[in-house]
């Protein structure tokens, strides 16, 4: 099936460093998001992007739909100790079995206070 | 309100057990999705539905079966389990295909 490049796997930063992670893919999407799961907790959604260059923040995050359709990317500015978790991109290509999420394979951040 | 939740959160099975993991949603949304997350694995379509009465298979359905009667609530079912299906088990629903999901809490399944 369609795979989703998500990099890098895991992250070890100072409290207050910038983050920037990515997801890539060889096949177009419609759709991308970003997900933040916290440990023992379901993801939750942060960003959603719809459009091709499309520049979408939320707080200190901002996230980027790649003008190839097949990449996008995650910024988190000035991290803070609750920035620890496991962050998903996902990817929809279009209607029907095409609109199911497929899921990177998430990237570890730890922030060290 | 409750979102999307999950019941049971733990269950530990013998292997050729059956059960059944409980979802439901209280936003009225038309589809609801299985995944299972495995360490390094991210997450992995089980099976899926677009609707009440419906059902369709992801990308990993094998060993498992799904029901839809109401809608809302999608049951997964495993009928003969096996070590294979130790996992985190997560359901999710949205209000249409092109929309981000609303995920539960998860069920951590271990089969011995």
């Known amino acids: 099936g369609q795979q989703l490049n998500q990099s890098p796997q895991s992250m070890f930063i100072q409290e207050g460093e910038d983050v920037s992670m990515n997801c890539t893919s060889s096949?177009?999407?419609?759709?991308w998001l970003w997900y933040k799961q916290d440990p023992g907790e379901g993801p939750v959604l942060l960003i959603a992007?719809?459009?091709?260059?499309e520049l979408t923040s939320n707080g200190r995050l901002t996230a980027q739909f790649g003008i190839t359709r097949k990449d996008s990317f995650l910024n988190i500015s000035a991290s803070i100790p609750s920035d620890v978790g496991i962050y998903f991109c996902?990817?929809?290509?279009?209607?029907?079995?095409?609109?199911?999420?497929?899921f990177g394979k998430g990237t570890k951040l730890s922030v060290k206070p | 309100n409750a979102g999307v939740t999950q019941t049971p959160k733990f269950r530990v099975l013998k292997t050729g057990q059956s059960m059944t993991l409980l979802c439901a949603q209280d936003m009225n949304h038309e589809y609801m999705y299985w995944y299972r997350q495995d360490p390094g694995m991210g997450l992995r379509l089980i099976h899926y539905s677009v609707g009440e009465g419906t059902t369709a298979k992801g990308e990993v359905p094998d060993g498992y079966n799904v029901s839809r009667l109401k809608k809302q609530n999608f049951l997964l079912g495993l009928e003969s389990a096996a070590p294979s299906q130790t996992s985190v088990y997560f359901c999710?629903?949205?209000?249409?295909?092109?929309?981000?999901?609303?995920f539960g809490s998860g069920t951590r399944l271990t089969v011995v």
């Open positions: 999710a629903s949205s209000y249409s295909s092109f929309q981000g999901y609303t």
């Open positions: 096949s177009i999407f419609n759709t």
């Open positions: 996902a990817g929809q290509q279009g209607g029907g079995s095409q609109g199911n999420l497929i």
């Open positions: 992007l719809y459009k091709a260059g």
